[in-house]
C-alpha cells in the first residue's frame, strides 16, 4: 500500500495540504473588474464588436469593465515602457481581475495587433505577476467558415501567462453577416454562446478573485524562497 511517508524529496514544513477550509477567501465588496481586449484596427472591427457585446453583458452581470484600444500601441521593444499606451495596458491589466481576448483570424493565426498587446506585458512587474491568477475568455472572429486556431493559440498564452482559463468559448464564422446595420450582433446561436461565455466568466471571477493568492501559491516557490532565506542568513554568518 501507498503511503505518504514515500515522499523523500518533500520538504514537510513547506508542503500545503489543499482543504476545503482553506479555499474561502476573503470578501470582495467591490464589482468584477474585467478587460477586455481585441485584436483588430479597422474602421469597422468585428472582433471590436464582438467586444463591445461582450461587455454590455458583462455590465448586465454586474461586473466593471474595460476595452483597451489598440490604437497607437507600439511594436513590442520599438519605445520604452513609459510610453502612454503602454502604461495604459499594464495598468489595465494590473487592475482587472479578469479578461476577455477576442481575436480576428489571420492565416491561421491570431493577429500581430492582439500579440502586440500581450507582448507589452511581462510576466513580472515591479515584484507582481500582472495575469496570474486571472480568470480569462478567449475568443475568435472569422471571415470564413469556423475555425478553432485561435482560440486553441489563445488559450497556450492564457496559459502562459498563468491565467486561469474557463472551459467556454466562442468562435463566430463570417463574421460580417452576424451583425445588422447599427453594429448589433443579430440573435443567434453564436450570440448565445457569447452570452454563454460572459456568464461563464463572471462566475470563476467571482469564485477565484478571493482565493487567487491561494491558489497561485506554489510549492516550488516556497523553496526557492526557503532558500533564498536561508541563503541570506548564511551570508550574514561569515
Not at 191 to 196: L, P
Request: hydrophobic share 35%; with cysteine.
Amino acid at each position: 500500500m501507498i503511503q505518504d511517508t514515500d515522499l523523500p524529496n518533500i520538504e514537510s514544513a513547506l508542503l500545503d495540504i489543499p482543504d476545503q477550509n482553506k479555499i474561502q477567501g476573503s470578501a470582495v465588496e467591490h464589482a468584477p473588474r474585467i478587460l477586455l481586449l481585441y485584436g483588430s484596427l479597422r474602421e469597422r472591427s468585428f472582433s471590436r464588436l464582438v467586444i463591445e457585446e461582450c461587455a454590455r453583458l458583462l455590465t448586465r452581470f454586474g461586473a466593471e469593465v474595460a476595452i483597451f484600444d489598440p490604437n497607437g500601441l507600439p511594436q513590442t521593444d520599438t519605445v520604452s515602457a513609459d510610453h502612454p499606451k503602454v502604461s495604459e495596458l499594464r495598468e489595465l491589466m494590473m487592475w482587472s481581475e479578469g479578461q476577455v481576448w477576442c481575436s480576428p483570424e489571420r492565416h491561421g493565426s491570431m493577429t500581430s495587433i492582439f500579440k502586440s498587446q500581450i507582448d507589452w506585458v511581462p510576466l513580472n512587474l515591479g515584484g507582481v505577476r500582472p495575469t496570474q491568477g486571472k480568470t480569462l475568455a478567449v475568443m475568435q472572429v472569422c471571415g470564413g467558415s469556423q475555425s478553432f486556431n485561435v482560440v486553441n493559440q489563445l488559450r497556450t498564452l492564457g496559459r502562459w501567462m498563468r491565467m486561469v482559463t474557463i472551459p467556454n468559448q466562442s468562435s463566430v464564422p463570417k463574421a460580417f453577416l452576424e451583425f445588422d446595420d447599427n453594429n448589433r450582433m443579430k440573435p443567434s446561436s453564436y450570440y448565445n454562446r457569447i452570452v454563454d461565455v460572459m456568464e461563464e466568466l463572471v462566475k470563476f471571477t467571482l469564485l477565484l478573485r478571493g482565493n487567487k493568492d491561494y491558489f497561485v501559491d506554489r510549492y516550488s516557490e516556497r523553496c526557492e524562497s526557503a532558500d533564498e532565506v536561508s541563503a541570506r542568513v548564511n551570508q550574514r554568518s561569515l
